[in-house]
């Protein structure tokens, strides 16, 4: 009888083994996960399939000391240059700020040709301030001669789904206020039917008079009640502290928590319980980054996965 | 006889230890030395007499990582904030390519108020291009409004020395050709009777169809005969295989040689005997570097002293 139970316990380990193994959907290697001020590690976030090579590159404000970084931690073994070349198969760009497109526009010279997904007003702003001959060169396909064209400008349409050339993902991409009427991107990117949901700088529909991320949320309740979305990406760039009138379009902690609690409204608690957010964006400023973790995990009511990522270190959802 | 012979012995020594000591006049800690792709080592140089703590910062690609590097090295003991706002009297800056001026946009937000010295050219950049509210916030005195003004934009005068505010230092700025007809320039940094000569990207009179360099060679001849003239910071960012087609206004170690020897017609061969010149904005492609290095140092006929500096380690002349 203790033979047959052994076994039987045996069985299900095994059975329970390959859908353990299928649950990671997505990996994620932070190249970059401060909001500012550190040129060695501004956001950005390689994204694919788990078994893909084929990643989108979601922001770009630190590329090669990222991929140098995640390279010294054993998670990629060839040079930074070939995995910007051939393993970064797009960029989405949730806004303009330097912070989130230095990265890109200083690897230019050195990357192959792809495509720069963005919203038409941001890729206005690669055209008129960037990629002018100017202050750069015009790596693009449009705005000033001589076009160099190593990027072609993919303009997306809110809420509309497409699929990401060279990859096996699709997006669909949402509107957020950032310093009302400073608008960014949150990108909704699907593989099958498993989403990730990535937030570009946002500040709170309180503080922005927005209703942008009540749309939001609203839009991706359902995919969380199902299981489907994985994780979410969002910013936390200041500490409690800050006043209200010097957020200039960003979250601190207690206005994160009103909005977790705004989605939690669509949701339910439940749904919520052990869901993977990670936390991008912190300012570097003095203490802040420690403090904006403490304040997050002190008031962590719902029990959400909180997760602050790490340059160059691999995240699986 | 011998006491006497020991004691004069003993004078010659501390007769000439206070010469010496004033071979030293300034102190470069270089925040960024590549010249490119990797967004934590960009060109910017910090620069002050050997006894201050006001540096000027020559070009500003990396600037926050540089002062981190330069802490961990033991260069500096208080926070990178605290470097930037306090010991941080100015930027110069040689030309407006984002290589030369990501560290200093990207960190505007935590810098106190300070001059940003350039051409009209660069300044006009910097208000159409980098401090636009869509790009990031006009953190300058001049262009779109509201202005924020934590920085001053000065215009320098080619060949016209001025005195930097809150500095012992003055400069006089000369015009190089960095793909003609793109402008950068080269600063003749003095503090007293000494100084140091800092260019910006440039490439050969030759490529260039310029007398930019030979121009300024004759102009500062005089102060290296006189050993006036400590260093010269040049750059050379291609090895000798890049064709001469494509080095986009720079140097590699043939033409950086040729023009040596442009100077060396000003100066004699003599006066360059053991004379540092600095090696600045190698490109970091494949092995590039290193090729670079090796091939200045095996064609070293005139014996130049020969520096390659790195990140955030202190050199003094």
């Known amino acids: 009888m203790k033979r047959i139970l052994s076994y039987f316990i045996l069985f299900l380990v095994f059975a329970s083994w390959p859908l353990k193994a299928q649950e990671n959907t997505f990996k994620v290697i932070p190249l970059g996960v401060k909001g500012g001020l550190d040129e060695s590690n501004l956001s950005a976030y390689l994204l694919a399939p788990t078994a893909s090579k084929n990643y989108i590159c979601l922001d770009a404000g ?28 797009a960029y989405l760009i949730s806004h303009a700020h330097l ?17 720069i997904y ?54 669909r991409p949402f509107t957020l206020s950032h310093s009302n009427p400073y608008k960014s991107l ?60 010097k957020l200039f379009g960003h979250l601190k902690p207690s206005l994160f928590y009103d909005e977790i609690n705004a ?19 912190r300012k570097p400023h003095k203490n802040n980054e420690a403090i904006i973790k403490e304040e997050l995990l002190e008031n962590n009511k719902l029990k959400l996965n909180l997760i602050f990522p790490k340059q160059g270190e691999l995240l699986k959802f």
């Open 186 to 245: 949150a990108f909704l990117i699907r593989f099958r039917n498993s989403y990730i949901l990535y937030l570009g700088d946002t500040g709170s529909d309180k503080i922005e008079k927005s209703d942008k991320l009540d749309r939001l949320w609203k839009a991706v309740s359902p995919l969380i009640k199902t299981k489907q979305l994985k994780a979410i990406f969002i910013e936390v760039s200041f500490p409690n502290s800050q006043s209200n009138t």
């Open 99 to 115: 912070d989130h497109v230095s990265g890109l526009i200083i690897n230019a010279p050195a990357d192959s040709p792809k495509d």
């Open 118 to 171: 963005s919203s038409q007003y941001v890729i206005n702003v690669f055209k008129n301030n960037y990629f002018t001959w100017q202050s750069w060169a015009n790596f693009a396909n449009e705005g000033e001669k001589p076009q160099l064209n190593t990027y072609h400008y993919k303009v997306l349409e809110t809420q509309k789904e497409v699929a990401l050339k060279n990859t096996e993902l699709y997006i």
């Open 263 to 281: 989605l939690a409204k669509y949701t339910g608690i439940q749904a919520l319980n052990n869901f993977p957010i990670i936390i991008t964006h």
């Open 62 to 89: 630190t590329v090669y000391a990222g991929i140098a970084k995640a390279i010294s931690n054993g998670v990629f073994s060839k040079s930074p240059e070939y995995i910007l070349k051939n393993n970064i198969k």
